[in-house]
């Protein structure tokens, strides 16, 4: 039996006022449910089934939702606390923003491009809008899951979800290291790399242009601070959409090119990055710099693409992989892009030596990709 890989499609909805004014009564319902099961089960209870026989019945007749959203609703609170216990939080309430389908209560037709989903007070068919990437992945498939979003733009979305069927891992001597960075993204131990000077170049224009704006905000109006916080809202939401467009481009090259030439892929884990670079002193400048690129997300994007693909991905500790010669594992002298190494006369792009580092470390993949030390 073929192993599977959730994905989700985000498609928009063409909404009518009329729509959309039941969509939003749905999600404010939905939102308080969730909030009162929360507020009215053990802080530490987080088995659906345990939390359904206790709440169940008190969720239908308080707030009015069919049996499938109020299981919906449940199921919700649980996975909220699964996830906020992972990250040692308590979930403290719920805003009216999603919400929760399986397929008694939402399916896809494709003959026409459209969604029905259950709302409070009515079964509602929707019209999708979507482009040829969304009708691609949609073609043919019968989703069971997904879940009903408004975005901060007020615009009303679906995102679908899709088992896609996996490659089997390919099993392999051949890696391809991968290093992360500031200066150029992401560099390989083959040469090729994406450069951050674009990037760069883009989000200081945000960061100027988010200076420009708080400080009108501070001096205008009621109405001139209402503008400037949406267009501080609009800024976030563009700068997240860039990142989001190069992580996914540059993650997907990769795969490629591992597809292509029969390798595993090797990144350094950043896991808490933030962290350990934020205790050391920066300036501000170079702390938004090093805060602001989402590496996690492009791991990530990375994760589930070579699943997709049957690559092996292979996290790698970053510990000295930009201050150790990947020829002689002897720490060498990085200056800037430019690495030397005093012991054996290696000269290279700094980057490039981390990815070869990356490579080397990599080798053992009948260990699971254990780690040799660096000496």
């Known amino acids: 039996m073929l192993e599977s890989q959730p994905i989700t499609v985000a498609c928009k ?41 206790l709440v169940y019945q008190d969720v239908r007749v308080n707030f009015g939702l069919s049996s499938n959203l109020a299981i919906q609703a449940i199921r919700r609170v649980c996975a909220n606390r699964k996830t906020a216990k992972q990250k040692g939080k308590k979930v403290k309430e719920f805003k009216p923003t999603s919400i929760s389908y399986d397929a008694r209560i939402f399916s896809f037709r494709e003959s026409d491009w459209t969604v029905s989903v259950k709302l409070l007070n009515s079964r509602q068919r929707i019209k999708l809008l979507i482009g040829n990437y969304q009708i691609g992945l949609l073609k043919s498939k019968n989703p069971t899951s997904a879940t009903l979003v408004k975005r901060k733009s007020g615009n009303y979305y679906i995102h679908i979800t899709l088992d896609e069927p996996t490659q089997p891992e390919a099993k392999t001597d051949k890696v391809l290291g991968v290093d992360l960075g500031r200066t150029d993204i992401a560099t390989t131990s083959e040469g090729e790399s994406w450069s951050g000077k674009q990037i760069t170049a883009k989000r200081n224009h945000y960061a100027k242009l988010r200076t420009t704006i708080q400080k009108k905000a501070s001096k205008g109006t009621r109405s001139s601070r209402r503008r400037c916080r949406q267009l501080l809202a609009r800024l976030s939401g563009k700068e997240r959409r860039f990142q989001k467009h190069i992580n996914h481009e540059i993650s997907r090259q990769l795969v490629n090119n591992a597809v292509t030439n029969k390798q595993a892929i090797a990144i350094e884990d950043l896991t808490g990055i933030r962290e350990r670079t934020n205790r050391k002193p920066r300036s501000k400048k170079d702390k938004r710099l090093g805060n602001n690129w989402a590496f996690y997300q492009l791991r990530q994007f990375l994760t589930y693409k070579c699943i997709l693909a049957g690559v092996k991905l292979i996290l790698v500790n970053p510990a000295y992989t930009s201050l150790s010669c990947h020829k002689c594992l002897v720490i060498g002298d990085r200056k800037g892009k430019g690495f030397s190494c005093n012991n054996c006369g290696n000269k290279c792009d700094a980057d490039y030596n981390g990815a070869q580092k990356c490579d080397s470390f990599s080798l053992n993949l009948e260990t699971g990709g254990r780690l040799a030390s660096v000496k």
């Open 13 to 53: 909805l063409q909404v009518a006022n009329t729509l959309a004014k039941e969509i939003d009564e749905t999600m404010m319902v939905f939102a308080c449910a969730c909030d009162w099961v929360n507020q009215n089960t053990p802080e530490k209870m987080t088995n659906k089934t345990a939390m359904q026989s």
